[in-house]
């Protein structure tokens, strides 16, 4: 079994690791952390290695519990929630762990929501954390 987290920095990340690593060791998965970068021309390399550096460490929790863990930072055009149905598309993840924060009507509006396109679109289940 293949799951993928979905690592960004929000409130919820502890709460989200800590159920991945719950249902990693269940079902004795595999897991892969994706942290999703946007592309553009204000996007240093001091970001992009403090985000390697970040899941190298959150790596290091999930070896020390004996389950196996790769990480990925991906640098596109697209969304994270879009990476992240690529990725897990791509590999064949068989679960996706992510969290949601709540939002008003207005701002799912104008910013869109990660969640709930991962949620529709992703080929296989989705698990959310609030």
Same mark, same amino acid.
């Given at each position: ?47 992009? =290695?403090? +985000? $390697? /550096? @970040? ?7 999930? #070896? ?21 149905? =690529?990725? +897990? $598309? /791509? @590999? ?7 969290? #949601? ?30």
């Amino acid at each position: 079994m293949k799951i993928l987290v979905g690592y960004d920095y929000s409130t919820v990340t502890q709460d989200v690791l800590a159920l991945a690593k719950q249902q990693a060791q269940a079902f004795k998965a595999e897991v892969h952390l994706l942290r999703s970068l946007e592309q553009n021309p204000e996007l240093k390399r001091d970001t992009i =290695q403090q +985000a $390697e /550096q @970040n899941l190298d460490q959150v790596k290091g929790e999930f #070896v020390t519990l004996g389950l196996a863990c790769d990480t990925h930072v991906v640098i596109s055009g697209l969304s994270a929630g879009e990476n992240i149905v =690529q990725f +897990a $598309e /791509q @590999n064949s993840i068989d679960l996706i762990v992510i969290g #949601v924060r709540r939002r008003s009507k207005v701002g799912k509006l104008l910013f869109g929501s990660n969640a709930q396109l991962i949620i529709l679109t992703a080929p296989c289940p989705v698990l959310t954390v609030k």
